[in-house]
Nanobody, 123 residues
Framework: QVQLVESGGGLVQAGGSLRLSCAASGSIFRLNAMGWYRQAPGKQRELVAVITSGGNTIHVDSVKGRFTISRDNAKNTVYLQMNSLKPEDTAVYYC?????????????????WGQGTQVTVSS
């Protein structure tokens, strides 16, 4: 069973910083693209940033210049460094991984989601 576990969320004042981590474990053959999404109360879940297996990144305009996605392939971990946090960044942040897993002789590629971690930014 593949699992993604997020950590690093919490309460921070506006202008502060947090670093989120997401570690993948289980029967993983290869991690492909990984990303961060967030969902605020009453809002649709939205993409925040994506990083490919080759290290190319995409950040949505609302976080560009403030957030940075990165990965450590040796640890099967993706990070989201969040600086200059604003109250509108308050949300549950979810890790997503497109990966190839295995079961016996079977290999398959799917998206997996973490449980989410709460980020609250006070004004």
């Amino acid at each position: 069973q593949v699992q993604l576990v997020e950590s690093g969320g919490g309460l921070v004042q506006a202008g502060g910083s947090l670093r989120l981590s997401c570690a993948a474990s289980g029967s993983i053959f290869r991690l492909n693209a990984m990303g961060w999404y967030r969902q605020a109360p009453g809002k649709q879940r939205e993409l925040v940033a994506v990083i490919t297996s080759g290290g190319n990144t995409i950040h949505v305009d609302s976080v560009k210049g403030r957030f940075t996605i990165s990965r450590d392939n040796a640890k099967n971990t993706v990070y989201l460094q969040m600086n200059s946090l604003k109250p509108e960044d308050t949300a549950v942040y979810y890790c997503n991984a497109d990966l190839t897993s295995y079961s016996g002789s079977n290999y398959y590629t799917n998206d997996f989601w973490g449980q989410g971690t709460q980020v609250t930014v006070s004004s």
